[in-house]
């Protein structure tokens, strides 16, 4: 499964008390790395795709499993590989890894719904996103 990296480094903020990367923290990375990717496959942010064609991406289920802890001022990788489930649900897998030893610290998943903006109701994913998964 081939993945798109992005890298982070993990700030004093992102900690908890005992100096670990807090652990809600590595969603939010997660949905990072899914950002930059709409922006490099596509050309332009997931909201302005979203209000362009009408539709909303709930996420239905997540997890996370973590491997290894993180620390304030240490860079790491995060990495998103997409999977078109059916015509209405995608699955994105995530890796998180040092980015010096390549050492894996997490890795999760969301699977990620498509509903019509104006009636929360389920509709298949917009032709531009299954492309996107494709490539």
């Known amino acids: 499964m081939l ?3 992005i ?3 993990v700030h004093w903020s992102d900690t908890d008390a005992a100096g670990i ?3 809600p923290n590595y969603f939010g990375w997660f949905e990072d790395a899914e950002e930059e990717l709409y922006i490099a496959l596509v050309g332009r942010t997931r909201q302005s795709l979203l209000d362009e064609l009408g539709f909303g991406m709930p996420r239905v289920e997540a997890a996370a499993k973590y491997k290894a802890p993180v620390r304030a001022g240490q860079l790491i990788r995060v990495g ?3 999977t078109l489930e059916n015509p209405r649900r995608l699955r994105h897998d995530f890796e998180m890894r040092f980015d010096d030893t390549n050492t894996l610290l997490a890795e999760g998943f969301v699977r990620v ?3 019509s903006s104006s009636t929360f109701s389920p509709r ?3 032709a531009e ?3 996107m998964v494709a490539a």
């Open 3 to 5: 993945h798109y990296w």
């Open 7 to 9: 890298r982070k480094k």
């Open 21 to 23: 990367a807090w652990f």
């Open 80 to 82: 998103i590989a997409c």
């Open 113 to 115: 719904a498509c509903v």
């Open 124 to 126: 298949d994913l917009p």
């Open 129 to 131: 996103v299954v492309q």
